[in-house]
C-alpha cells in the first residue's frame, strides 16, 4: 500500500475498557506522529516519533494514554481506562526527512467511548 | 508557543468563482512552514498547499495559491474557479523543521452549484 493505513477504523469501548490503535506509516518513512481530532475541530499533536525514538510526548493528555513504535515502521496508540473524553478520531500521520517535512495521514480511528 | 488562527468557521462560495480563506499565526522563530490541508467529510486529511518561509514567493498549485504577508504573520489561501469537489474542511497548519503540526481550527468551505 502506497498511504498511511490505520486500523481500526471505528472503535467503540466502554468506559474504562483499554485500547489499542494501530498506524502502519509509508514505507521508509523515519518519522511518525499521532494527533487527537475533537468533532468539528482541528488536529491536536499528542506524540512524535523518529524512527523507534519518542522524541516528542509533551501532547499527551496523562498517564493514561502510552505510544510505541519498536521497530521504527508500526506504531501503537494505547489508551487505558477510557474515559468519555477520549471520544476523538486519532490521526496517525508520516514524513520522510527529505521533502521539507510533508506528513502524509491515514484516515483515522474514530474512538467512541460510552 | 505557536498558535494558528482561523477567523472564519464557515464560507460560501459560487460555483467557478473564486474564494480566499484566511489565517494568521503567531510565532518567534524566522524559518519554518505553512501549510494549507483538505479535509472533505469522513475522509482523510490531504495536503493543498505548502509555503516555505524562507521563499518570497506565494506557492501556486493549479487552482490554488497563497497570499504569505510574513511580516503580518498571514498565509491566506485563494481558491480559483471553485468546483464542487471543494467542499471540505480546510486547516491552516503550522511547522518548524522536523517537529509537530499546529492547526487551525479550520473553516468549513461550501461549494454552492
Known amino acids: 500500500g502506497a498511504g498511511v493505513s490505520q486500523s481500526p477504523r471505528y472503535k467503540v469501548a466502554k468506559r474504562g475498557q483499554d485500547v489499542a490503535l494501530r498506524c502502519d506509516p509509508i514505507?521508509?518513512?523515519?518519522?511518525l506522529f499521532w494527533y487527537q481530532q475533537a468533532l468539528g475541530q482541528g488536529p491536536e499533536f499528542l506524540t512524535y516519533?523518529?524512527?523507534?525514538?519518542?522524541?516528542?510526548k509533551s501532547g499527551l493528555p496523562s498517564d493514561r494514554f502510552f505510544a510505541e513504535r519498536p521497530e521504527g515502521s508500526v506504531s501503537t496508540l494505547k489508551i487505558q481506562r477510557t474515559q468519555q473524553e477520549d471520544s476523538a478520531v486519532y490521526l496517525c500521520?508520516?514524513?520522510?526527512?527529505?521533502?521539507?517535512?510533508?506528513?502524509?495521514f491515514g484516515p483515522g480511528t474514530r474512538l467512541t467511548v460510552t | 508557543a505557536q498558535t494558528v488562527t482561523q477567523s472564519q468557521p464557515e464560507m460560501s462560495v459560487q460555483e467557478a468563482e473564486t474564494v480566499t480563506l484566511s489565517c494568521t499565526y503567531d510565532t518567534s522563530e524566522s524559518d519554518y512552514y505553512l501549510f494549507w490541508y483538505k479535509q472533505p467529510p469522513s475522509r482523510q486529511m490531504i495536503l493543498v498547499i505548502r509555503?516555505?518561509?524562507?521563499?518570497?514567493q506565494n506557492a501556486t498549485e493549479n487552482r490554488f495559491s497563497v497570499n504569505f504577508q510574513k511580516a503580518a504573520k498571514s498565509f491566506s489561501l485563494k481558491i480559483s474557479d471553485s468546483q464542487l469537489g471543494d467542499a471540505a474542511m480546510y486547516f491552516c497548519?503550522?511547522?518548524?523543521?522536523?517537529?509537530?503540526?499546529?492547526f487551525g481550527a479550520g473553516t468549513i468551505l461550501r461549494v454552492k452549484s
Open positions: 516519533f523518529q524512527n523507534e525514538a519518542q522524541l516528542d
Open positions: 509555503q516555505e518561509a524562507y521563499k518570497q
Open positions: 514505507s521508509g518513512h523515519v518519522s
Open positions: 497548519a503550522y511547522k518548524m523543521d522536523g517537529n509537530k503540526l499546529v
Open positions: 500521520a508520516s514524513s520522510s526527512i527529505w521533502d521539507g517535512g510533508e506528513q502524509y
